[in-house]
């Protein structure tokens, strides 16, 4: 790319921020929507996380969002948010999380905690070109539903003996997630829980060995299988 392209898209983005900092979209969704963002381990992720929330509070006004963030990411947050707050009179909320843990642990911590109501739990990485239909339904909210877990045959080494036969479930794209109100019990969540774990042992072994990133689809095979309401096992 050019120099000059380089400098037209900057000023074009511009613009688009100055759009969804100062009006709401035509066919913006005015529900009530709370949002949950997780921005942690690195401080770039605190930019892609201000696109996102601009972006879809230019078309959900009235949503509320809370940000949990971590030491690492705390200050540009916190910096990046200021601007958001004077254009527009957003409830924006932050939350510091503990540094302990990996962002694929985070992140199930944070849905885990969310189970039982309609609260939304968004990537940091989103970026939002209309609203969204939340119809009623009884069902977990994904991003997108891809194919069933059989046909990913490189990562089916990850999942443990005991799932095997619940390989018919599709692979799910978590960068949107809700229970939609739907309740797992303290024991469903733990068992949950132990998946992950077990699923994040597996793929730690695994680059050890062929030195591939398979501990990053710890969080979205887990959610994969939850069924509504009960554990699988």
Request: charged share 25%.
């Amino acid at each position: 790319m050019s120099l000059s392209g380089f400098a037209r898209n900057i000023f074009k983005f511009a613009l688009t921020r100055i759009v969804w900092l100062t009006r709401s979209a035509a066919d913006a969704n005015y529900e009530d929507i709370k949002v949950n963002i997780l921005v942690v381990k690195k401080s770039i992720y605190s930019r892609l996380a201000q696109i996102c929330v601009e972006s879809f509070l230019h078309f959900h006004p009235r949503a509320s969002i809370q940000i949990h963030f971590d030491s690492e990411t705390e200050r540009q947050v916190l910096r990046r948010f200021k601007a958001l707050r004077f254009f527009r009179r957003a409830d924006i909320s932050f939350r510091r999380i503990s540094d302990t843990l990996s962002w694929q642990e985070s992140k199930l911590d944070l849905i885990f905690s969310l189970n039982g109501t309609s609260e939304l739990y968004l990537d940091c990485d989103l970026r939002w070109n209309g609203p969204l239909n939340l119809k009623k339904m009884n069902s977990l909210l994904y991003f997108v539903k891809e194919n069933p877990l059989d046909t990913f045959q490189n990562i089916l080494f990850l999942i443990p003996d005991e799932y095997m036969r619940f390989l018919y479930a599709p692979m799910k794209n978590t960068s949107l997630f809700s229970w939609n109100q739907l309740k797992l019990k303290d024991h469903d969540l733990l068992e949950f829980r132990l998946l992950q774990q077990k699923i994040f042992k597996n793929a730690t072994h695994a680059e050890l060995s062929v030195g591939k990133d398979f501990a990053r689809l710890a969080e979205q095979i887990t959610l994969s299988l939850i069924q509504i309401g009960r554990a699988h096992v």
